[in-house]
T-cell receptor, first 114, second 110 residues
Framework: GAVVSQHPSWVICKSGTSVKIECRSL??????MFWYRQFPKQSLMLMAT???????TYEQGVEKDKFLINHASLTLSTLTVTSAHPEDSSFYIC???WGPGELFFGEGSRLTVL | GEDVEQSLFLSVREGDSSVINCTYT??????LYWYKQEPGAGLQLLTY?????DMKQDQRLTVLLNKKDKHLSLRIADTQTGDSAIYFC??????????FGSGTKLNVKP
């Protein structure tokens, strides 16, 4: 099956710093990728849709200046958490569409902000 | 987003069948999915069903869809301890945006 990889899988940072998470589709081109956030023992919340070569589309309630998304190529989307604070600590998961109705997820990136 | 609801916990004995239920509100959903998440890991696609189907079987997994009641279920036959995980149902209507349920934690007792 299609492979989506995230990096880093685990990151700890100080409050006020910015953290970048990469999402790559390894064996296919993805014009659209998605970013989700998962709080402990909760479901995945769609944050934004990342479109190659254009601006990301954010879900209601997600701060676009806080969570910067860049989809510079057909195989790479990045999520930058700017000026991170402890409440941003979470599990961030990306996904990419392989075909109609088929979505493959990355392994997730756990962010801990001290 | 659309509402997708699941019960939070299910506990079964090894060898029994597990049935995980899910309800959704969007009648225009095109695809309905079941994903598995093991501790600390990402999501693994288990199976999906088109909205014009009633049932799909894949080895130990059986998906039943009642479109009238907007009810989806996942049956795992001969449940094993390795099946212990959180199971998420999800729906989409445009092949891309997915909306997930809260997840059902399946505990399989030896």
């Amino acid at each position: 099956g299609a492979v989506v990889s995230q990096h880093p899988s685990w990151v700890i940072c100080k409050s006020g710093t910015s953290v970048k998470i990469e999402c790559r589709s390894l064996d296919f081109q993805a014009t659209t990728m998605f970013w989700y956030r998962q709080f402990p023992k909760q479901s995945l919340m769609l944050m934004a849709t990342s479109n190659e070569g254009s601006k990301a589309t954010y879900e209601q309630g997600v701060e676009k200046d806080k969570f910067l998304i860049n989809h510079a190529s057909l195989t790479l989307s990045t999520l930058t958490v700017t000026s991170a604070h402890p409440e941003d600590s979470s599990f961030y998961i990306c996904s990419a569409s392989w075909g109609p109705g088929e979505l493959f997820f990355g392994e997730g990136s756990r962010l801990t902000v001290l | 987003g659309e509402d997708v609801e699941q019960s939070l916990f299910l506990s079964v004995r090894e060898g029994d069948s597990s049935v995980i239920n899910c309800t959704y509100t969007d009648s225009s959903s095109t695809y309905l999915y079941w994903y598995k998440q093991e501790p600390g890991a990402g999501l693994q696609l288990l199976t999906y069903i088109f909205s014009n189907m009633d049932m799909k079987q894949d080895q130990r997994l059986t998906v039943l869809l009642n479109k009238k009641d907007k009810h989806l279920s996942l049956r795992i036959a001969d449940t094993q301890t390795g099946d212990s995980a959180i199971y998420f149902c999800a729906e989409s209507k445009d092949f891309n945006k997915f909306y997930f349920g809260s997840g059902t934690k399946l505990n399989v007792k030896p």
